[in-house]
């Protein structure tokens, strides 16, 4: 083989070999991308997006990040993306044991508040009666008597662990006792002002 030939030979392995490097640079993140859809989806399946939703948060926006920039032909970043937002969604994953006692005792405090507010109710409603307010009494006394048994079974929940369950459940509750709350007091205070006036 000549210098020329060896030259030429050496030349088409170097173009080849660059040609590759080039090809393999431009390739799309598909697997990084995958594997960041998984590790969230796993991390969703453990309740992340619930016990430690601003990570969460931030990993999703992360994996769309990714797959804007594989749309806009931009693989490096993409790549970094993917990756930071596998990153994330472990980080998520790791905070959910941790953030479930926060969490569990915040579900606690909210009972508590509800109590709270139902014996607040019953005090309010005790004097719409004994100041002759006109109101359902009954439905009234129905309503405390369901939500009372629905607390009972929200706690259950609670010491089983079903914490994001009893939670939004719990929410719903507390605006409900609150505003038949309110609503009482409402009668009870206008009762209050127009008495004097009805006096004259």
Do not use: H
Request: hydrophobic share 45%; proline share 2%.
């Amino acid at each position: 083989m000549t210098k020329r030939n060896s030259f030429r030979v050496f030349a088409v392995i170097f173009f080849c070999i660059l040609i590759g490097m080039v090809a393999g640079c431009a390739k799309p993140p598909t697997q990084e991308i995958i594997n960041a859809e998984k590790t969230l989806d796993k991390a969703r399946a453990q309740d992340a997006d619930f016990y430690a939703p601003d990570v969460f948060a931030q990993a999703e926006a992360s994996l769309k990040e990714a797959k804007d920039l594989v749309a806009a032909k931009k693989y490096d970043e993409a790549r970094k993306s993917a990756a930071e937002a596998q990153q994330l969604a472990e980080k998520a994953a790791a905070l959910v044991g941790p953030n479930m006692e926060k969490k569990k005792a915040e579900a606690e405090e909210m009972v508590q508040a509800i109590e709270k507010d139902m014996e607040e109710l019953k005090g309010l409603a005790a004097r719409a009666v004994k100041k002759k307010i006109s109101f359902d009494r009954e439905e009234l006394q129905g309503m405390i008597g369901k939500w009372e048994i629905d607390l009972i079974g929200l706690e259950d929940k609670i010491q089983s662990d079903q914490v994001r369950l009893a939670f939004n459940e719990l929410k719903d509750l507390k605006d409900q006792v609150s505003a038949q709350k309110e609503n009482i007091k409402a009668l009870v205070e206008f009762r209050q002002v127009k008495k004097p006036s009805e006096e004259k």
